[in-house]
């Protein structure tokens, strides 16, 4: 992507067709970070919520691997705290790739759950004006960076993941009201 002027100038996306997931995952996944430079024209998108939204477009069985994978991680406490996570400018190292990943979608996993997708990216970009901890007070009424930790410990080790793996919620969830979170994706 090209960036001048608070508009994207030029969009492209290579992919080798014959590669695995090709079409069910990294088309879907590049795509989705094409839409979201069209919302952040004025700076990139942090790269927890790129990648944590683009793998909600990734197959059931892609987001489920990496799902698993961040449930060993945490179990062995290889994860960084949420505060780290958001503060990233730059991907991660190679050493902390998994957990990066894997934190980035279960925290927009929890931070879908408790609202809509309009909300979350107006948490992205209070976040990036005002800093995370005033955008979550003020967009999720989350008071403090442990409170957020708790509820995504709590998520991350859920059943949910196994859920937003299968790209719906359960009806029994916060967003069974109308006009909340996020559905079949």
Sequence with gaps: MQLEKGQVLLRRINLCGSAEGCFTDSLPHELTHIVLADQFTDGRIPPWAD?????????????????????????????MGLHELMKLDQGPSVAS?????GQSVTVTGVLLERGTPEQLLRFVKAGQRHGYDQALREVYAIESWSELESEWQTFAGSQRLRLLAHHSIPATSALSSPGKGVRNQ
């Design 97 to 101: 790739r998994d957990a990066f990943y």
């Design 51 to 79: 990648e944590g939204i683009a793998m909600l477009a990734e197959s059931p069985d892609k987001l489920q691997r990496r799902l698993n994978d961040l449930q060993g991680l945490v179990a062995m406490n290889r994860t």
